[in-house]
């Protein structure tokens, strides 16, 4: 992997925008992502994930704003850039009367790093028979297959949109075998968006968070983790009012005792409990799905300010 002057950046946005009608799903997006590792990006729905995915592979034009893709601007990608690029979409779009033996062979034409190797790795994992009709797979096995053609392809960046969308657990698991191995053996960006944390927390080294078209949040998972806190307090009383506690993200009675999820309070909140009139207060440790679920939901239910 030697011979690249260009940026240490695979994505780069700057003030990306893009309105559909009176929607606007990415807003002012300023989106810098290294090279290497795997990155999972992940907003709820609407957030702008496959959109922004669009705009960056040059489907699309933006509203305003730039956006690059292995250096290049993404509105003018030449099919040797779009080579160095490997794309797997939940849509999994290919011609359902072509057979697996004939999609293989054309890919395999068509790139001239083909991995044959990577290729037989991946759909080794699926009952795929090269005389079946892409139509006649089933979704897992047509992921599975999408997969096997992208990494075939010896891709510097591989973009995922939520590829294990309907897969069961044996077959996402050999995806995201796949995938890490890759990621390893080749030196391959992955860039991975998805709703499963459970995955990300597995496979991803890098967490960016999107809400309403903007960057929220971008780190190690650990570190978005251990920005939020669970107390869990005994609060004899009412309790506080709940406009009044800091970074509030949850909160809920449970037997008796109060259970906060708080973002970025320190030993502090212990205070803060105490002089609401708690007992006792202790905080403990939370899962990134979790963490990741109740900074989603804080700003989901909050109106709409546009
Ligand atoms: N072709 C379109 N026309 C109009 N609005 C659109 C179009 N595509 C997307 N949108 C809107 O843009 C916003 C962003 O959509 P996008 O598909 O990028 O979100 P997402 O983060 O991928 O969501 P999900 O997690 O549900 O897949 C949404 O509010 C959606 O309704």
Redesign the pocket.
């Known amino acids: 992997m030697a011979m690249f002057t260009h940026s240490d950046f695979v994505i780069e946005t700057h003030a990306l925008s893009k309105c559909?009608?009176r929607?606007l799903?990415l807003d002012q997006l300023d989106l810098a992502i290294p090279r290497g590792r795997i990155h999972a990006i992940v907003?709820?729905?609407?957030?702008?994930?496959?959109?922004?995915f669009r705009i960056l592979l040059g489907f699309m034009p933006p509203t305003s704003g730039q956006s690059r893709i292995l250096g290049k601007d993404s509105q003018q990608l030449s099919p040797q850039d779009r080579s160095r690029i490997g794309f797997v979409n939940e849509e999994h779009t290919l011609p359902n009367w072509m057979r697996v033996a004939q999609v293989m062979a054309m890919q395999r034409h068509q790139y001239g790093r083909w991995n044959q190797q990577a290729f037989d790795g991946v759909i080794g994992h699926y009952n795929v028979l090269p005389e079946q009709k892409i139509g006649q797979l089933s979704r897992g096995e047509r992921a599975g297959f999408n997969l096997a053609l992208a990494l075939a392809q010896g891709p510097e960046l591989l973009v995922l949109d939520?590829p294990t969308l309907g897969l069961d657990v044996v077959a996402k698991r050999a995806f995201l075998e796949s995938l890490l191995q890759s990621n390893a053996a080749d030196d391959c960006t992955v860039i991975y968006?998805s709703?499963q944390m459970e995955e990300i927390e597995r496979v991803a080294d890098n967490l960016i968070i999107?809400e309403r078209?903007q960057l929220k949040h971008m780190s190690a998972p650990e570190a978005f983790t251990a920005r939020v806190s669970h107390w869990v307090a005994d609060l004899p009383f009412k309790g506080p009012d709940l406009r009044l506690v800091p970074g509030l993200l949850e909160t809920q009675r449970i037997d008796g005792l109060q259970h906060f999820l708080v973002l970025d309070q320190d030993a502090d909140f212990e205070h803060f409990l105490r002089a609401c009139g708690a007992r006792n207060a202790q905080s403990m440790p939370v899962s990134l799905d979790r963490a990741v679920n109740a900074f989603l939901a804080k700003h989901h239910a909050a109106p709409a300010t546009a």
């Open positions: 559909y009608g929607k799903a907003g709820a729905n609407g957030a702008g994930k496959s959109t922004l939520e968006c709703h999107l078209g």
